[in-house]
């Protein structure tokens, strides 16, 4: 794929994921697309999906629950670099934890593409210590 063709798949990605559209985002995906989350547990790789529809009942799940009131992450600072088939994504993103903690902090993903499809995300946030308030 070109640098054009890599950025624009993913800026259709984006763009899909960022209006909460599922279909649209899965649509970007190879049928054995694999994402590596920022956390999970027992798995040292976090929780990780394998295949475009497991992704799919993830995301529908995740938006949905978005569109409920759910945790309301948004991401911004976004800053993308193109290695061949490699791709890394650079941004902020900041929300509410499950426990009711703000989230704020920085990520990066790591995608593999080819042929017009994602192949890959690996995804890592900061892990954000936040200071003890002494009021």
Not at 69 to 88: A, Q, Y
């Amino acid at each position: 794929m070109t640098e054009s063709e890599v950025k624009t798949l993913m800026a259709t990605f984006g763009a899909a994921f960022r209006a909460g559209d599922a279909d649209a985002a899965g649509a970007c995906l190879a049928d054995d697309f694999t994402w590596q989350l920022p956390a999970g547990n027992g798995d040292p790789r976090g929780q990780v999906l394998q295949g475009r529809d497991a992704t799919l009942r993830y995301l529908r799940e995740r938006f949905s629950q978005q569109q409920d009131g759910g945790n309301g992450v948004t991401f911004s600072d976004t800053r993308m670099e193109v290695f061949g088939d490699l791709v890394i994504l650079r941004y902020r993103v900041r929300g509410t934890a499950e426990d009711g903690q703000p989230v704020d902090a920085m990520g990066l993903d790591m995608f593999r593409v080819a042929n017009g499809r994602i192949l890959s995300k690996d995804a890592y946030w900061k892990q954000v210590t936040w200071p003890i308030s002494t009021h």
